[in-house]
């Protein structure tokens, strides 16, 4: 994601697209009307237009998956700092001196700049929530239902 590349599957990725193409699918397609089809036959006309064989990427590009599609959780990234005993802990990490222990304690903190903005929301309906259950965020609805 840092080199602007987007998986077409988060399970098995091996195709990506870059960012600009799905930029500008998007604004083709809202204002145009262009379906994913025609725009990367296009695509594919302004890479190489003499008619030679050129992989077909376009069942992978089906695939990459929109925002409705995300479920509740999923955006979470698993921190690769954070000490696990199976992936990033030595074998003998619990045998550890005592002078060496803060290596392999887990810090947690919350970041406060957010300063609590979304505290004087009126009402869910005027002002919803753009990540309503995503990474690390719980939905709405069953958090209300619990309190």
């Known amino acids: 994601m840092r080199c602007r590349w987007f998986p077409a599957t988060h399970t098995h ?10 930029e500008q699918f998007h604004i083709m397609n809202l204002s145009g009307k262009i379906n994913l089809y025609d725009y990367y036959k296009a695509i594919e006309k302004l890479t190489d237009n003499t008619g030679g064989k050129i992989p077909n990427r376009y069942p992978s590009s ?5 925002i409705e599609e995300t479920k509740p959780a999923e955006l979470a990234v698993k921190c690769i700092a954070c000490p696990d005993p199976d992936v990033n802990l030595p074998t003998n990490w619990t045998e550890a001196p005592a002078e060496m222990k803060f290596l392999y ?3 947690l903190a919350f970041d406060a700049c957010f300063r609590l903005k979304r505290k ?3 009402t ?4 919803p929530s753009l990540q309503d259950g995503w990474a690390y965020f719980v939905e709405n609805k069953p958090y209300l239902a619990l309190v």
């Open 105 to 107: 304690i887990l810090f």
């Open 120 to 122: 004087r929301v009126s």
């Open 124 to 127: 869910w309906s005027r002002d």
């Open 62 to 66: 089906l695939r990459v998956r929109s």
């Open 13 to 22: 990725p091996r195709t990506t697209f870059m960012f600009q193409f799905l």
